[in-house]
């Protein structure tokens, strides 16, 4: 059997890029030592997400916009080395629009890059939106990358599952309730929402999932952490909890997705042609 020893990482980041960046270094060095090969970070950990998700709130600049094959991506790729990171970033795109988008690197270079299709509350204000989801290949196995509030969407992931992912990644900056908050993050809704989605997506696609989160606080958002490796059955393997930390754990992945599909299998057994009016495009 090969295993994968893969990780989802709940840490803080913010504006200023060399911190976030000597933060991925030491995430990065440790996952190295611990014999980790898929490293996944936070949505927006280099330069930070939103300080607001709220209508008409006074916002800063904003995340400074990375070419996805400028210097500070090389830069990532780089440190990555042997290991395939996923990490989450605002992108200068070609057509001059900003969009929030997520890229997986190898020492090789750029492996794959996501822009966030799903944008929640006022987040439409500051990023352009992304228009398909892929799947691609790594040396770690075939990957589907997305970022946060695309994971609400079933189709978001069984997208991903169709086109041949064995692994979805999934990165976040997904705080807490924003009215009725808790003081303790553990029994937020929006964090047990933040799980129920991580496990139903990994369930309902039969596929390994990872799911990386901000912690901490930024802006007037504080964010849930919850950082986890989740099996095909939905059994989550390595949990952070509310706090930061990284989430551990080795899976033979080939095995793991046969035998989840063995019996049922859920993307074998579909019935697209059931799930639609007649004349519309089914997933």
Not at 137 to 161: H, N, Q, W
Not at 217 to 232: C, E, I, N, Q, Y
Request: charged share 25%.
């Amino acid at each position: 059997m090969s295993t994968l020893r893969m990780a989802a990482v709940a840490a803080e980041f913010g504006r200023d890029l060399e911190e976030d960046f000597a933060i991925a270094e030491r995430l990065i060095k440790e996952a190295r030592e611990a014999g980790v090969r898929l490293l996944a970070l936070p949505e927006a950990c280099l330069g930070g997400y939103l300080l607001s998700l709220d209508d008409g709130a006074e916002l800063d600049e904003g995340p400074p916009a990375l070419a996805l094959d400028g210097p500070e991506i090389h830069r990532l790729a780089a440190l990555a080395g042997e290991l395939t990171v996923v990490a989450g970033y605002c992108e200068a795109g070609p057509d001059g629009n900003r969009y929030n988008s997520v890229v997986c690197v190898h020492g090789d270079g750029v492996l794959g890059n996501h822009r966030k299709v799903h944008q929640p509350l006022s987040e439409d204000a500051s990023y352009s939106s992304g228009d398909r989801f892929h799947a691609f290949d790594t040396p770690v196995g075939r990957l589907g990358m997305m970022i946060c509030y695309d994971k609400a969407f079933p189709e978001s992931a069984r997208s991903l599952a169709l086109d041949g992912a064995e692994i979805g990644v999934c990165v976040s900056a997904w705080p807490g309730a924003r009215t009725n908050a808790t003081a303790d993050l553990a029994e937020d809704r929006w964090k047990r929402r933040f799980d129920l989605f991580d496990r139903a997506r990994a369930l309902e696609n039969q596929i390994v999932w990872l799911s990386a989160n901000q912690s901490g606080t930024f802006g007037s958002l504080r964010f849930v952490g919850s950082a986890k490796v989740v099996d095909p059955g939905g059994e989550i393997l390595a949990d952070t909890g509310v706090g930061a930390g990284v989430a551990i754990a080795e899976l033979d992945v080939v095995q793991a997705l046969e035998t989840a599909r063995r019996s049922m299998g859920h993307l074998r057994d579909r019935r697209p042609d059931t799930y639609t009016p007649a004349g519309a495009v089914s997933v």
